[in-house]
């Protein structure tokens, strides 16, 4: 065990608790595939690994980050569409503060802190593929009493994905 072994053990320790679902829609049906760890991490590997793809269906990424927020990035060829359900993640969080950098949000960190959780991005990011900015509103009004993981399934259930999440989530012992 050299030292090239000890690598890879000390970035999984940098990784949070959490998921990350790759969601395709193609031929009117659903797919769900888990993404790498390193998108839990890294909102441009959340990107590369999405792109890798190449659905000629709809595909975007649901990540659930420590089951404190959820980040939904949906890569288009005009530019990836984000959604983050928390902003004042970006005070704990590298992932949090790379989404607010690329929706170029005018928000310091002073801003964050001691603030309520609000959402930051494009909350109609889904509504073309069945879910709404008001549905989403409705799941995001709930955090105070559901967890992120917990969020992310309805909108798997709302969508008409939720079997295809739960068969994924149970293969990673969620």
Do not use: H
Request: charged letters at 30%.
């Amino acid at each position: 065990m050299g030292p090239q072994s000890a690598q890879p053990n000390e970035r999984t320790e940098d990784v949070p608790d959490g998921f990350g679902v790759a969601v395709v829609r193609e031929d009117g049906k659903w797919q769900c595939a888990a993404m790498r760890a390193a998108a839990l991490t890294s909102l441009a590997a959340a990107e590369n690994e999405l792109r890798e793809l190449r659905s000629a269906g709809a595909v975007f990424g649901l990540l659930n980050i420590d089951d404190e927020f959820f980040v939904i990035v949906r890569p288009a060829p005009s530019g990836t569409r984000l959604f983050l359900s928390d902003a004042t993640a970006a005070l704990d969080y590298d992932i949090a503060a790379e989404v607010l950098e690329k929706l170029d949000a005018d928000i310091e960190d002073e801003d964050l802190e001691g603030a309520d959780p609000f959402e930051e991005g494009d909350l109609g990011v889904l509504s073309d593929l069945g879910l709404s900015e008001a549905v989403l509103g409705v799941i995001l009004d709930d955090s105070d009493d559901v967890y992120a993981d917990e969020q992310v399934n309805r909108i798997a259930r709302e969508m008409g994905f939720a079997d295809e999440l739960s068969t994924v989530l149970k293969r990673l012992n969620r």
